[in-house]
């Protein structure tokens, strides 16, 4: 296991705060779903974190299966326009979490 430097571990810290924070953009399919609000919770408290799907050590992706269909999750990092990236240590930065079914990925 490699060695996680300052930032990914203050990334990590500010993701994990963000998800629990439930702030979620959903795409259309996946806002059809039953029980929103339970996959809401599952994607808050996820911590199947590994190097498959976080090799960043971010915690800015995970991968779930949720009524039968596989959900991917991300958190991207815009300025506070949300027009541009922004450094995730920054209090600049504005997380937008998204919900999607794996096949829209």
Known sequence: MEHTSL????IQKRNDEFRRLGA???TKVVSGLMNEY??????????DFHEGNDP????DFGSLMWE???IFWKIDYYDQNLKFWADPTTDA???????MLAEEY
């Open 38 to 47: 339970g996959l809401i919770v599952t994607i808050a408290f996820y911590n």
């Open 7 to 10: 930032d990914e571990l203050e």
């Open 68 to 70: 039968g269909k596989k």
């Open 93 to 99: 930065c504005r997380r937008v979490l998204t919900v």
């Open 24 to 26: 979620y953009r959903f």
């Open 56 to 59: 960043y050590r971010e915690h």
